[in-house]
């Protein structure tokens, strides 16, 4: 993550009163993100999403986002996203993200935006892990499985 966003972990989230979400980051809205309306354009949703998974995937252990054989690609099959309130500049918002649901190379991946004591936009996306020429399934790392049920509480299945 860029050095502009605040990470924020169990204890920081529950304090800000965000409860059942182990990972998140703080920030602001910036005008470049918003859209005609002025209010945050839908992109720029998707965006923090992958800026949080990104940073997620890495801090967990699951891929470092490298071009090396011993490193998996982790890609998204499938995402949607609701959209429940608008969005201005300068607001401040905690983007969170978990878990779900754990399989032997895939996972199911839910985010939120938190702001004003609301939830703003949901997301849940498909992730899978490949080998690295983008074809064959790839197990996910055992230490990665094994953070990812101690910190989210993952459904393995």
Known sequence: MSNFLNQLDTPDLEAMGIHGWPYGYSDQVRFHELDPLNHVNNASY???????????????????YGRHDDDPQVVVRQQSADYLA?????ERYVVTARTRLLKPSSLIMDYAVHSGGAVRATCSAVLVSLEQDGKARRP?????VKRILARDGAEMA
């Not at 998707?46 to 470092?64: A, K, M, P, T």
């Not at 996910?140 to 990665?144: E, I, M, N, Q």
Request: proline share 3%; aromatic share 18%; charged share 25%.
């Open 46 to 64: 998707l965006s923090w999403f992958e800026n949080i998974r990104v940073r997620y995937l890495q801090d967990y252990g699951l891929s470092s």
């Open 86 to 90: 608008p969005m201005f500049q300068d």
């Open 140 to 144: 996910h790392k055992d230490v990665a």
